[in-house]
């Protein structure tokens, strides 16, 4: 149907069929139309569980973390967490996981102390 200004555009009444489209070359559900009152479009997250993510997420940060502190065995949780752009407190989780699998250790007092790797991951 063209416009007022006598064009028309052939992307017009197409977005859902490309929506879908989208969606299913990037391996994600199909969304939801909802058409009753406002149309509304639900868009459902993958099969992959957000824990399983959390946990995929928590491991690459723990590699990061090991690398900083390869680096610098003085590093502070704050620049750490600067440095990977999580917070300070994921970065104090992370540290204490590592702390129990026997992976670092700290040496020294809190503010002059320095990290040091002692297992493997």
Not at 94 to 110: N, Q, V
């Amino acid at each position: 149907m063209p416009f007022p200004d006598g064009t028309c555009n052939p992307q017009v009444g197409s977005g859902i069929g490309r929506i879908r489209d989208l969606m299913n070359t990037a391996g994600l559900p199909e969304p939801v139309f909802q058409k009753e009152g406002m149309f509304t479009v639900i868009f459902l997250r993958s099969e992959k569980n957000a824990q399983e993510s959390a946990q995929e997420n928590a491991q690459e940060n723990a590699q990061e973390i090991l690398k900083l502190i390869s680096r610098n065995g003085s590093i502070t949780t704050a620049e750490m967490a600067k440095a990977i752009g999580i917070s300070r407190r994921t970065v104090s989780k992370i540290i204490a996981e590592l702390k129990i699998k026997g992976i670092i250790k700290r040496d020294g007092p809190t503010k002059s102390g320095k990290w040091e790797i002692i297992g493997e991951n």
